[in-house]
Each structure stands twice: as C-alpha cells, then as structure tokens.
C-alpha cells in the first residue's frame, strides 16, 4: 500500500512539475498573485480571463480616453481588479477622483480598495447618468484616498446584470493608460453564454503572474504544485455554486414562494379600478388619516411578527 | 484536485437532487385572478395602503422562504452522524 502511496506522489510531481503550465495553476487560487506580472506598457490593459473571448475596446467618444469593457447578462457574478503596474506608485492626494462609468448602479460598498491586505471602502457617489454609444450609464466619482496604492481597487458587480466598465480619472490620465499598465481581472466568473466579446485581438498571449511556486527551488516548488494542485479548488468548481440560486428558486418548495411572490409583486395598486367609491368618500380627510395610520399599524405589527418569529425560531 | 472533486461532486449531488423535482408552474389561471383582483384591489386603494400590504406580504414570504431553508439544512447537518 505505502509503495502505491509514493508511486502515485511521485507521478503526481513529476506530472505537475514538468507538464502543468503555471497559468493553470494560478487560474485556480481565488486571489491572483500579482508579483511577477508581464509589464508591456504598448498594451494599455492586460488581463486574464477564463472565458472564450474578450472584448476590449479604446473608447474614444470624449476628449477623456478610456477603456471599455462590457459584458452581456449571463449568469455571471464579477469581481474585477485593477492593478497598476507599479505597486509603490500612489495615487495622489484627496481632493482628485477615479470615475466609474457603470452601466449598474453600485452601492459604494462595491467599490473598494485593498491596502496591506485590508479592504476600504471607497465612498463613491453616484453624479449623473451619461449617455455613451452602448447605453446610459452611470457616472461614479471615486474620490481617492490619500496617498495609496492602486493595489488593488475591488469592483463587486452584481449577479447576472449587463455591465458596462470604464476607469478614468480626473488626476492624470497618463497615470493610467500610457505610463502606467492597468491589470484587469475578473474572476469568479461563470457565463452559461460566453457572452465577452474581444473587438482587439490582444497582441500576444496574457498570461498571469506566476504563483509563489515559482520562487520557489525545484523540489519544494513541486511540492507547492501538488499541494495547490490537489487542495486549491478551481474557481470554476466554487462559482458553479452561485447558479444554484437560480434552480432552487424554481425547484419546490421554494418555487412556491418564489411564485407567489412574483404574482404579489404583479398585483398593482394602479390597475383600473373595477369600481369606483364615490367621490364624497374621497372627500372624507378621515380615510386620509385612517390610511396613514393604517400604514403606521401594518408595519408595527409586522415588526411584532418578525421579532416573534425570529425570538421563538429554533437555530 | 481533490477539492475541486469534492466541490464537483456536493454541486452535482445538490444539482442532481434539484433536478429530481419538476420546476414549480402555477395554472395560468392565476395570472388571470391576480389581474382581476388588481382592479378590485385598486378601487379600494382610497381606504387601505394596498402597497403596504402588498410588500409586507412579500417580506413575509421572504421570511418565511428563509427560515424554510434554514431548517432545510438543519435537517441535513442532522443527518451527520454523531451530530445532533
């Protein structure tokens, strides 16, 4: 037994070490290691993605350059990342701003930025809807925290939205799209479509960075290979999950509530009335009163109703 | 490798679980009823808060929906053996 123990050990190293590419390998931790990432400033964004194809566009509509991404619906759940290529460089003091044109309104909590390994939120707020060739969009203004990296800003899209995305920022645009190397990843991706779209055949392969394996020396390497061959799960593996969602929404018994509550929310209190009361009850300021309170009422006792319910619920 | 293997097989257990029962549809007739009741129910939106009613309703679904899937997966982990 113990000699198929290490035969298989053996296989497996000597497999994963000498025909495993580092590419897959990173592709299956969640958070990519971007230490050791390609810096080729004639290609404005690199990226990474686990789809079938990937549309990168210069947008070119304003005077402000920007990029565009743009993904259509699917069952996709997104982070994306933005990186620039040098970690110690800083975004400059408060008082200047990144822009988020976003074809989905974001929460600012789904803007944030990473520093030391700690996330903070970037208080963006929503400043109009701006028309761009695609559709309208929403402008976020992100006002830069003092002095940190741009490592990483975090971006959480929504669950099966159509998303446009374009950084800009009214700092320095060359700090972004001609000195300066902006790393885009999006994992956690899970498209039953395909639907990203490469306008720009990308001129060469992107690749990401090599994990820390690679810093390794040949042995513990392998062994770092195995090791995250056979324990890290593959982010597709994780994000399958998120689709359940949408089957146990349609399967029973939740379907039942998930029906019903649809055929609530299509019960309209401005349909054409059927009938109509006459216009001396109108009139009467005491309905008025007697619906407001009644208002106060409903939601008093539904309050009842969920403390009573949670407090005697057996966890 | 071995927790994606893991990871794969929960999705398909759960999937294949899920697949098992048909898809919930509700009679059309339904649809028909909820546009009638509408223009009852819109007549009367002089008097009662038929939108407050209306999503007090759908909260209480919510709740309830949650607390079904909760007890759901109690029921699972239960099945564990030695945990109780």
């Known amino acids: 037994m113990k000699k198929y123990l290490f035969l298989f050990i053996f296989l497996v190293v000597f497999w994963h070490y000498f025909f495993i590419d580092t590419a897959t390998i990173v592709s299956a931790s969640v958070y990519p290691v971007w230490e050791n990432k390609i810096n080729d400033n004639t290609k404005p964004f690199l990226w990474h993605a686990n789809f079938s194809a990937l549309r990168l566009d210069t947008y070119s509509a304003t005077d402000t350059a920007g990029y565009l991404f743009w993904h259509y619906g699917g069952s996709g759940i997104g982070q994306i990342y933005l990186e620039s290529s040098t970690t110690s460089q800083t975004i400059p003091t408060t008082g200047y701003n990144f822009w988020f044109p976003v074809s989905y309104y974001l929460t600012s909590s789904q803007i944030k930025y990473i520093s030391g390994g700690t996330e903070y939120i970037i208080n963006c707020t929503k400043i109009n809807d701006i028309t761009f060739p695609e559709k309208t969009m929403y402008l976020m203004k992100c006002p830069a925290p003092e002095h940190i990296p741009l490592n990483y800003l975090k971006i959480n899209f929504p669950y099966n939205t159509d998303w446009y995305f374009i950084v800009y920022t009214d700092v320095d645009l060359s700090y972004i799209n001609s000195t300066d190397t902006l790393y885009y990843y999006y994992y956690q991706y899970l498209d039953t479509f395909n639907s990203i779209y490469a306008s720009t055949t990308p001129s060469g392969e992107i690749t990401l960075p090599a994990g820390t394996c690679e810093d390794l020396n040949v042995f513990a390497g392998a062994l770092c290979r195995v090791i995250t061959y056979l324990f890290v799960p593959s982010s597709a593996s994780l994000n399958q999950f998120s689709a359940l969602k949408d089957l146990v929404a349609v399967k029973p018994p939740f379907g039942y509530f998930t029906s019903i509550k649809s055929y609530l929310n299509s019960l309209s209190s401005t349909s054409t009335p059927a009938f109509t009361l006459p216009a001396e009850i109108e009139d009467i300021t005491f309905f008025t009163t007697l619906r407001t309170e009644l208002i106060w009422i409903l939601w008093i006792f539904f309050g009842f109703w969920v403390i009573k319910r949670i407090a005697r619920f057996d966890f | ?84």
């Open chain 2, 1 to 84: 490798m071995l927790a994606t293997f893991l990871l794969d097989l929960v999705y398909s257990i759960v999937t294949g679980f899920l697949n098992f029962f048909p898809s919930v549809s509700i009679s059309d007739s339904v649809s028909s009823a909820v546009a009638t009741a509408s223009t009852y129910i819109s007549a009367l939106d002089i008097i009662l808060p038929v939108a407050t009613l209306l999503t007090i309703m759908g909260l209480f679904l919510t709740i309830e929906g949650i607390i079904l899937l909760i007890k759901i997966i109690n029921w699972f982990i239960r099945k564990i053996p030695s945990i109780n």
